[in-house]
């Protein structure tokens, strides 16, 4: 399937009180609209593979343009479609630094690029995207907040979807990176350790109240100049969002989650987000994809709309 083809779905009508997004949703031309959402698929789970996880996130990003597409649109908005980058073989590096490549050229275009995964692996290739853009100015902080059950902090020698943040943190001094929602169970001591040595804020999935997480996302927004957002949608309980690698035995209210969203994305500084971890082979009635798809529809909208 091409992206193309995955934007489909009911027609009805043309004028803007009708629109659905894949009415709205065109192939991405670099100048048409700067300051449009564009999105790129990130078709790879090799690195979900190297850290021993469930397979079937490759088939996320078309998953999320589906679930995305019957979507209604409150106001008329434009927006783009790069493609989809495609991992084969065993090739992830390769496909982080395509990711990264095509990140840089849709920021440096005036755009705001949503990346839909793919394994955590995407990360790596978000990261090396807004990085390597002309939105980094020297001097400038890039804030990483990841919404996840795990640090992704691991010391194995080959990269993963485990690996990707501390990747970032051993080669890039001005990252700060903050995770709200991480599972005590599902993280070692070791991990905890790793944390604590980066200086990584964090909030665990037991201390995710409402008004905790809003001073949480606040004392973050501050220190930082560009924000990077990425979901894993294993941060979400599992009732909410089985379709994902590691389903979470407890996980964030999705209430909160969108909370988080909310605040970020009227902050100013979000520049970038990625959502990761959907596998459409494990999702019942397709409850992660249209969850998914809700929180990238109210991000995008409140963002460009």
């Known amino acids: 399937m091409t992206a193309e083809s995955a934007w489909t779905g009911r027609v009805d009508g043309t004028t803007p009180r009708h629109l659905r997004w894949h009415q709205a949703v065109t192939p991405y031309e670099p100048g048409t609209d700067p300051g449009a959402c564009v999105f790129v698929g990130f078709a790879c789970e090799e690195g979900v593979r190297r850290n021993k996880g469930r397979l079937g996130a490759a088939a996320g990003p078309d998953a999320l343009r ?11 908005l434009r927006a783009f ?3 989809t980058i ?3 073989d065993d090739r992830l590096e390769d496909g982080q630094r395509r990711l990264g490549e095509t990140v840089s050229a849709l920021l440096d275009d005036g755009a705001f690029p949503v990346v839909l995964g793919g394994g955590h692996e995407v990360a790596y290739g978000t990261y090396l995207g807004l990085a390597g853009s002309a939105r980094r100015v020297p001097g400038s902080v890039i804030g990483i907040l990841n919404l996840d059950a795990h640090f992704d902090l691991r010391p194995d020698p080959v ?3 485990g690996t990707p943040f501390r990747q970032i943190l051993e080669t890039d001094a001005d990252v700060r990176y903050a995770v709200i929602g991480i599972s005590q169970p599902s993280n070692t001591r070791v991990l905890f350790d790793t944390a604590d040595r980066f200086g990584v804020r964090y909030l665990l999935d037991d201390d995710c109240e409402p008004t905790r997480v809003a001073a949480f996302v606040d004392v973050f927004l501050a220190g930082i100049d560009l924000l990077y957002l990425t979901i894993d949608l294993d941060v979400l309980p599992a009732a909410v969002a089985p379709g994902v690698s590691a389903p979470a035995a407890y996980g964030v209210a ?3 989650i969108q909370a988080v969203c909310d605040r970020v994305t009227a902050s100013g500084r979000l ?3 990625d959502v990761a971890e959907l596998n459409p082979r494990l999702d019942i009635d397709h409850r ?7 929180l990238i529809h109210r991000i995008v909208t409140r963002h460009v709309g």
Not at 66 to 76: F, H, I, Q
Not at 288 to 294: G, H, L, N
């Open 288 to 294: 992660t994809a249209r969850t998914a798809a809700r």
């Open 159 to 161: 990269p993963s979807s």
């Open 271 to 273: 520049a970038v987000v």
């Open 254 to 256: 999705l209430s909160t």
């Open 86 to 88: 495609a991992v084969t």
């Open 66 to 76: 589906r679930a995305l597409s019957p979507m209604a649109l409150a106001t008329e």
């Open 81 to 83: 479609d790069a493609g």
